[in-house]
C-alpha cells in the first residue's frame, strides 16, 4: 500500500506544472508614447533630475513645510486606513497560501474500557491492516505485530479494565492541486496584496501633494487678508475725504457713494477672507491628523517659491506606468486572471489525500517499541456530475471580471496621461501669466499714484482715482492667485510624475515582499 501512494504522489506532482490561467500580456495603453510638446507645453529641460528620484524632503525647500508633511504622514487617519488595509491583505494571503501544504496534526489518546470485545475489535481492526490491503474507498491501514497481539486475549486477564494508548500524526483532505486551483487563488491573493500596497504608497503621494496644496493655498488666503486690509485703510480715507467734500459741496453725493461702495466691498472681503483663512486652518488640521502648531503655519505666500522648480518634461509616457494607482490597477488585472484559472480549474476532478502515521500500544511504556507503529492513507476523487452550471458560471464570472480590469487598467494609464498632459500645460504658461500679472500690478500702482497725484491738484475727478484704486486692487489679489497656481501646479506635476516613487522614507519603509 505504501508503494502506491508514493506512486500517487509521483504522479501529482507530474501534474503540478499544469495551470488553466490565461497567459497573462500587459494591455498596451490608447496613449501616446511621450508626454506633449510643443505649443503650451514647456520644452524639455536637459539638466532637470529625475524626478522619481527626488524625495520629497528634497522638493519642498521650506522648512515649516516640510515639518508639516512629517507630521502628516506620522497622523493622517487615510494612510493609517491604507497600511491596515496591506496588513489585511497580507494576512489574507497567508492565509491562502497555506493551503500549498498540509495542514498537519498531532494527536494523543487513551481507551480504558471492561468490553472486552469492543477492546478485541479495536485491536483486530490496527492489526488486520499489517496485510497492507487496501478497503473499498482506497484506504490502507498497517500496524505492527505488538498492538495485533492485544487479540488473544492475553491482555489485562487479571483485570476486567483494559488499555490502550495511541499517538498520530497526519494531515486530512490534502488538496493535490494538478489542475492549478489552489496556486491560482493563492496568486489571486498575492496580486491583491501587492495591489493594496501599491494604494498605500499612491495614498501617500497624495496626502504629501494635498498637505503641501492645502498649506500653500492658507499662506494665500493670508495674502489676500492682507491685501484686503492695507487696501480697507486706503478705501477709508477715500471715503472719509470724498464726504467732508460733499458736506461742502466741493464733490458730489455719486462720488461719495461709489467710494462707500469700494470701502464697503473690501470690507466684506476682509470678512470673507478671515472665513477662509480659518477654514484652510481646518482643512490642513484635518489632512495633517493634528492640530498644526502655528511655528509650523505660514505668514503668507510670498513668492510661491516653497518647492523646487525644475522639473523634467518631453519624457515618454511609459513613466507612468510606474505610477502606484497604475501598478495597483495592473495587480488587480493578474489578480482577475488567476481567478479565471482557478475558476477552470474547479470544472475537473479534485483529488484529495488523507494520511497519518502514529503508533498504538496496550501499555503507555510500550507506545513506541518496536512493531508498535501504524499508517493510514485514504486518498479520494471528487468529480463534479451536475451543479446547475455553477462552475460554468463562476468562469464566466471570472471572465468577465477579468475583462473589467482590463478596461480599468486601461483607464488609470489615460487618466495618469492626462493629469501630466493638463499639469505640463498650466507650466508651460504660468510664468508667462507670473510675469504679465507682475507688470499689470506695477502699472495699477503707477496708475493709482499719477491718478490721486493729478485729483489733488484739480486735475483729474476723483471717479478716475476710485477706478485706479479698484484697478489696483483687484490686480494685486490676482497676482496673489497666480502664485498659487504656479506653486500648486509644480506639486502636482510631482505628484502625477509619481515624484519620489525610487526613494525610500526612513520614516516608513516599503514592505518587503
Given at each position: 500500500m505504501t508503494s502506491k501512494i508514493l506512486l500517487g504522489l509521483l504522479g501529482a506532482t507530474a501534474l503540478a506544472g499544469c495551470n488553466l490561467a490565461p497567459h497573462y500580456v500587459r494591455p498596451v495603453g490608447e496613449v501616446p508614447a511621450a508626454l506633449p510638446q510643443g505649443g503650451v507645453y514647456p520644452a524639455a529641460a536637459t539638466d532637470a533630475p529625475d524626478v522619481t528620484k527626488i524625495g520629497w524632503r528634497d522638493f519642498f525647500t521650506d522648512e515649516r513645510l516640510r515639518r508639516t508633511i512629517a507630521l502628516g504622514l506620522d497622523n493622517n487617519r487615510d494612510l493609517r486606513v491604507a497600511a491596515a488595509n496591506v496588513l489585511q491583505a497580507r494576512a489574507q494571503y497567508r492565509i491562502q497560501r497555506a493551503d500549498l501544504v498540509p495542514s498537519t496534526s498531532l494527536s494523543a489518546s487513551g481507551t480504558y474500557t471492561n468490553n472486552i470485545q469492543g477492546a478485541a475489535s479495536t485491536l483486530g481492526g490496527a492489526a488486520s491492516g499489517s496485510s497492507g490491503t487496501g478497503t473499498g474507498t482506497g484506504t490502507g491501514t498497517g500496524a505492527g505485530s505488538s498492538a495485533g497481539s492485544g487479540t488473544s486475549g492475553s491482555v489485562g486477564t487479571s483485570s476486567s479494565n483494559f488499555e490502550f494508548y495511541s499517538v498520530n500524526a497526519g494531515f486530512s483532505a490534502f488538496e493535490l492541486d494538478l489542475f492549478g486551483r489552489v496556486r491560482n487563488l493563492n496568486r489571486a491573493a498575492l496580486e491583491q496584496y501587492f495591489a493594496t500596497?501599491?494604494?498605500?504608497?499612491?495614498?501617500?503621494?497624495?496626502?504629501?501633494?494635498?498637505?503641501?496644496?492645502?498649506?500653500?493655498t492658507l499662506a494665500s488666503d493670508q495674502d489676500q487678508l492682507a491685501i484686503s486690509q492695507r487696501s480697507l485703510t486706503s478705501f477709508e480715507q477715500s471715503l472719509e475725504l470724498t464726504r467732508a467734500q460733499f458736506r461742502i459741496g466741493v464733490a458730489s453725493e455719486l462720488e461719495a457713494r461709489q467710494a462707500e461702495t469700494t470701502y464697503q466691498g473690501a470690507r466684506n472681503d476682509i470678512a470673507v477672507l478671515k472665513t477662509r483663512v480659518a477654514q484652510d486652518k481646518n482643512a490642513l488640521d484635518l489632512l495633517v491628523g493634528t492640530p498644526v502648531t502655528t511655528e509650523l503655519l505660514p505668514q503668507g505666500l510670498g513668492s510661491g517659491d516653497a518647492a523646487?522648480?525644475?522639473?523634467?518634461?518631453?519624457?515618454?509616457?511609459?513613466?507612468?506606468?510606474?505610477?502606484?494607482?497604475?501598478?495597483?490597477?495592473?495587480?488587480?488585472?493578474?489578480?482577475?486572471?488567476?481567478?479565471?484559472?482557478?475558476?477552470?480549474?474547479?470544472?475537473?476532478?479534485?483529488?484529495?489525500?488523507?494520511?497519518?502515521?502514529?503508533?498504538?500500544?496496550?501499555?503507555?511504556?510500550?507506545?513506541?517499541?518496536?512493531?508498535?507503529?501504524?499508517?493510514?492513507?485514504?486518498?479520494?476523487v471528487?468529480?463534479?456530475?451536475?451543479?446547475?452550471?455553477?462552475?460554468?458560471?463562476?468562469?464566466?464570472?471570472?471572465r468577465a471580471q477579468q475583462q473589467a480590469a482590463v478596461s480599468t487598467y486601461e483607464k488609470t494609464v489615460q487618466t495618469a496621461f492626462r493629469e501630466v498632459a493638463d499639469a505640463l500645460a498650466q507650466r508651460g504658461t504660468i510664468d508667462e501669466q507670473l510675469a504679465a500679472q507682475s507688470a499689470r500690478v506695477e502699472a495699477a500702482n503707477v496708475a493709482l499714484r499719477i491718478s490721486d497725484a493729478r485729483y489733488r491738484a484739480g486735475v483729474e475727478s476723483f471717479l478716475t482715482t476710485l477706478d485706479s484704486q479698484r484697478t489696483a486692487y483687484a490686480a494685486q489679489q490676482q497676482l496673489v492667485t497666480t502664485r498659487l497656481n504656479r506653486g500648486s501646479n509644480i506639486v502636482e506635476l510631482y505628484r502625477s510624475l509619481g515624484g519620489g516613487l525610487d526613494v525610500d522614507d526612513p520614516a516608513k519603509p516599503v514592505a518587503a515582499r
Open positions: 500596497e501599491e494604494a498605500q504608497r499612491s495614498t501617500r503621494i497624495s496626502l504629501i501633494a494635498e498637505i503641501a496644496t492645502a498649506w500653500l523646487l522648480q525644475v522639473l523634467p518634461a518631453g519624457i515618454r509616457s511609459d513613466v507612468l506606468l510606474r505610477r502606484p494607482d497604475v501598478l495597483q490597477a495592473e495587480h488587480q488585472l493578474i489578480a482577475q486572471n488567476a481567478n479565471i484559472g482557478a475558476a477552470r480549474a474547479a470544472l475537473f476532478p479534485r483529488i484529495s489525500l488523507t494520511a497519518t502515521l502514529g503508533t498504538i500500544s496496550t501499555a503507555l511504556s510500550g507506545l513506541f517499541a518496536g512493531g508498535s507503529f501504524t499508517y493510514t492513507g485514504a486518498p479520494s471528487s468529480l463534479p456530475l451536475f451543479d446547475g452550471g455553477r462552475l460554468r458560471g463562476n468562469v464566466d464570472l471570472a
